[in-house]
């Protein structure tokens, strides 16, 4: 019988791997119709001490057993060395054994002697047959010891001289049980010998060889991602690719998004939705979301929704999942849209780090699966740093392993407060480089349905972090037309307000990003300002130089370029995009000036807590980036 081993980059940070494993895991048992698991098995490795101290483990033992996020069971293997780095069991637990987490799902637990290796070999069968009988985790506590210390410089008698002492007149593993297969008359000595210097030999032989070796090609547009590549190459250098749909597309998905199934009894929220299609006017975003899904699922791809809320949506929005009035039994419109694609949406356990992990290992091995994680909300994010830190950023340069997960953070500053208003668009800012990941924040429900497209439409794949709005949900203004979606169109990486004034007009110029480019056009247009025009940056990286310097090149008697945010001046946008827009100015010929920049001041805080002052410190910003007069403007000298 033969087993394909596939092996995932493991970064130093501590069991962060976990819930990658688990959801490659999960997406193979999809692909293959592995339906409860007896043909996709993972097994994660753990030290003793991180076993213990790392929160992600208790994250994906809750896993488990959950509808979306199982896998039929994982095996946990504990190399139990019986100190962590320098840290002695009494130090970094308050239980007996590294394991007692595990009995939170009630999963056995063998304890096996590390110095036999045939205890060891028993434990793993039985450890396999009971994950395939009964699909649940199983941990193997193997007690051993490191006979070196924690890397090759390291002298581990400094903090343990007793127990080093002890193993340095302890024989290896390999000399008791060869001493014990001599005893019983399985071998001779000299057949240990000679297997000992056969192994020997062939890691000498491997370890010359890797000093001159080089790869051929990388093996990652193989197997499931035939046929995608980089983006940098003429066969696969698209970037912005036609994303409409056509006039049957469009009813089609209408028609599953809007029929409400014989005896499902519903709240009045599908005859909003209902209208917009009838009408082909004022679809808002949670529509253009549903619409951008089932027109995925319609042309045979699959979609992957997940998150704390994401069936209902954080804000009432979205409404992925009907819910019975009466008996409180679900149904999935998205689901029954035909054409062979499949819609899932999850509700995920209250876990950041873990589930963001788990959907990006399972976009590893999905490429042709538009793979989303939600926060709640975007600050929320803040918990699975070290999934964005280690593997979404730079998991392509490191392990040259491509990846299109999503990221929908909600953000935007409309009075909630520090912990509610922002997804730190700063820290993916400062991540981006060598085209790694792309990260936008749109403002129209078509521009948005374009981007989600694109993510699976282009042949190539990039992670996407979209700063997702709040207020913008249902805002008046921010609405589009089946117009928007039918025929030719793709997603837009700057946008002008309607109401701009002609480019030989404009003297003042004021870039944007978000729901802040709305609040400004109203102020303007209530002033009669006519010498003001405001462009939204709705994709931030890759930067978008090429048509705003087409843009800057339309509008020759501009005087002052502000860039205006809601976020502090040390958060948000301003750090990164102020030199692009300098070489944009350069680039497009302009009057020689620098951007200024308006916004409020530099703040350790993300937002204030009071209402009445986000209120004032927000119509100051706008004043100061339109030129108004305000008491409180003088916002761009603070910081």
């Known amino acids: 019988m033969k087993v394909h081993l596939s092996l ?41 001490a991180a076993f213990a101290g790392q929160g992600i483990v208790a994250e994906i033992l809750a896993f488990s057993d959950l509808p979306g996020y199982g896998t039929g069971g994982t095996i946990h293997f504990i190399i139990n060395n019986q100190v962590g780095f320098t840290t002695s069991p009494q130090f970094a637990r308050s239980s007996p054994y590294p394991s007692d987490i595990a009995k939170m799902v009630q999963a056995p637990i063998l304890h096996v002697n590390g110095d036999d290796p045939e205890a060891v070999t028993f434990a793993c069968k039985l450890a396999i047959e009971f994950r395939q009988q009964f699909k649940r985790d199983i941990v193997i506590d193997m007690w051993c010891y490191r006979r070196f210390g924690h890397n090759e410089g390291d002298e581990p008698s400094f903090t343990q ?71 940098d190459t003429p066969e696969t250098g698209r970037r912005n690719v036609e994303t409409g749909i056509s006039e049957d597309a469009y009813r089609e998905v209408g028609r599953n998004l809007t029929t409400v199934p014989e005896g499902l009894t519903l709240q009045r929220i599908v005859d909003a939705r209902r209208a917009m299609f009838d009408s082909g006017e004022g679809f808002d975003w949670a529509t253009a979301e549903a619409l951008a899904f089932g027109t ?67 976009a590893l091995n999905e490429p042709r699966t538009l793979v989303l994680w939600e926060a709640q909300f975007g600050d929320f994010a803040n918990g699975a740093q070290v999934i964005i830190d280690q593997f979404i950023s730079s998991g392509e340069s490191k392990w040259l392993r491509a990846n299109g997960l999503v990221m929908l953070l909600p953000h935007g500053y409309e009075g909630q407060g520090p912990e509610h208003s922002s997804a730190r668009p700063e820290r993916y800012l400062q991540l981006c480089a060598e085209d790694n990941m792309q990260v936008a924040n749109c403002t129209t429900p078509a521009n948005y349905f374009h981007i989600l ?58 870039l944007c990003s978000g729901k802040l480019a709305y609040e400004l056009m109203e102020v303007r247009d209530k002033a009669g300002d006519r010498e003001t025009a405001i462009v939204r940056i709705e994709q931030l990286y ?19 370029l502000v860039w205006a945010q809601e976020e502090p001046k040390n958060q948000g946008y301003w750090t990164f995009v102020e030199p692009f827009i300098e070489r944009c100015l350069a680039e497009a010929g302009a009057k020689p000036q620098r951007p200024v920049y308006a916004g409020r001041a530099a703040s350790a805080s993300p937002a204030t807590g009071l209402a009445k002052r986000h209120a004032a410190e927000q119509a100051a910003l706008i004043a100061d980036a339109l030129g108004h007069s305000s008491e409180a403007a003088p916002q761009r000298k603070a910081g």
Do not use: C
Request: glycine share 10%.
């Open 8 to 48: 995932l980059p493991n970064p130093s940070h501590l069991e962060a791997v976990n819930p990658v494993v688990l959801g490659k895991a999960r997406a193979s048992q999809v692909a293959r119709g592995d339906a409860d698991g007896s043909e996709v098995l993972p097994v994660l490795l753990h030290g003793d």
């Open 161 to 231: 001289p007793l127990m080093y002492a002890g193993i340095r007149n302890h024989p290896p593993v390999s000399d008791i049980y060869g001493a014990r297969l001599v005893a019983e008359n399985v071998v001779d000595r000299g057949w240990i010998d000679g297997q000992v210097a056969n192994f020997t030999a062939t890691l000498e032989n491997e370890f010359d060889a890797a000093k001159s070796y080089l790869p051929n090609k990388a093996d990652w547009f193989e197997g499931r991602w035939s046929g995608l590549g980089r983006p």
């Open 296 to 362: 995925l699922v319609h042309e045979g791809i699959q979609v992957r929704l997940s998150g704390q809320d994401s069936g209902r949506g954080t804000f009432s929005q979205r409404h992925s999942v009907w819910v019975d009035q009466n008996d409180g039994h679900k149904y999935i419109p998205l689901a029954a849209v035909p054409g062979g694609g499949r819609f899932e949406v999850r509700d995920s356990p209250l876990s950041e780090f873990g589930v963001l992990g788990f959907e990006y290992g399972y």
């Open 453 to 510: 497209r694109r993510q699976m439409h282009r042949d190539f794949r990039k992670p996407l972090v979209i700063m997702t709005p709040k207020s913008l949900l249902r805002h008046k203004l921010a609405v589009s037309s089946a117009a928007d979606f039918i025929g030719e169109g793709h997603f837009k990486r700057i946008l002008s307000d309607p109401s701009a004034p002609a480019d030989a007009e404009v003297k003042r110029l004021v």
């Open 542 to 560: 890759p930067f978008p130089s090429e048509p705003l310097v087409a843009r800057l090149r339309r509008m020759a008697n501009v005087e002052e």
